[in-house]
């Protein structure tokens, strides 16, 4: 069965960084992009960025381009998105997705999401 | 940047038929994609390719394109279809992934 589990729920000060995980399970985890998702609270989806773990070949979207960090550990089958300075702004409800590999790109399996609430 | 628009809300009452649009330029060339999402859940996938339907979802859920307008439409709308719905595609590359903006499906 194909799982992807997110970190918990995180609660951060305006500056502070952030880490969040991905745990992916039930297929190989090298052969699927996995993308990151955020929705703002009482907003729409917004693509953020995506990584190829089996060649870490990351495509950003302009909009989030040097605000995170997308990363993976092949060894434990986790993709990463990280925050150097967290602002209000960032406050959100994060999701990874796993890219179809055929018959269109599109995502067939979401985390169950992260909530990062950035508040001083 | 590439943008998707979709209606902000849609509403119908039970059996009627429910239409979803989705406008953007790279739509003739890009396949097009849309998600349902309810309340505190994660959205799931109920077309794909523009027209395709995954297993398990309701043969009432259809997507069609007319040049750069793709259409969600629910036929005999249930009480389970409110939500939101998204479109998803990518730019006309296919490098940069969008998400219209969402359309609230109201069942009256």
């Known amino acids: 069965e194909v799982q992807l589990v997110q970190s918990g729920s995180e609660v951060k000060k305006p500056g502070e960084s952030l880490k969040i995980s991905c745990k992916i399970s039930g297929y190989s985890f090298t052969n699927y992009w996995i993308a990151w998702v955020r929705q703002m609270p009482g907003k729409g989806l917004e693509w953020m960025g995506i990584?190829?773990?089996?060649?870490?070949?990351?495509i950003y979207s302009p909009s989030f381009q040097g605000q995170v960090t997308i990363s993976a550990d092949n060894s434990i089958s986790t993709a990463y998105l990280r925050w150097r300075s967290l602002k209000a702004s960032d406050t959100a409800m994060y999701y990874c997705a796993r890219r179809h590999e055929s018959s269109g790109y599109y995502v067939d399996y979401w985390g169950q999401g992260t909530l990062v609430t950035v508040s001083s | 940047s590439y943008e998707l628009t979709q209606p902000p809300s849609v509403s119908v009452s039970p059996g009627q038929t429910a239409r979803i649009t989705c406008s953007g330029n790279?739509?003739?060339?890009?396949?097009a994609y849309w998600y349902q999402q309810k309340p505190g859940q994660a959205p799931f996938v109920v077309i794909y390719?523009?027209?395709e339907r995954p297993s398990g979802i309701p043969e009432r859920f259809s997507g069609s394109i007319s040049g750069t307008t793709v259409t969600l439409t629910i036929s005999g709308v249930q009480a389970e279809d409110e939500g939101d719905y998204y479109c998803?595609?990518?730019?006309?590359?296919?490098?940069?992934?969008?998400f219209g903006g969402g359309t609230k499906l109201t069942v009256l």
């Open positions: 998803h595609s990518t730019d006309s590359t296919g490098t940069y992934w969008v």
């Open positions: 390719n523009d027209s």
């Open positions: 990584i190829y773990p089996g060649e870490s070949d990351i």
């Open positions: 790279a739509l003739p060339k890009q396949y």
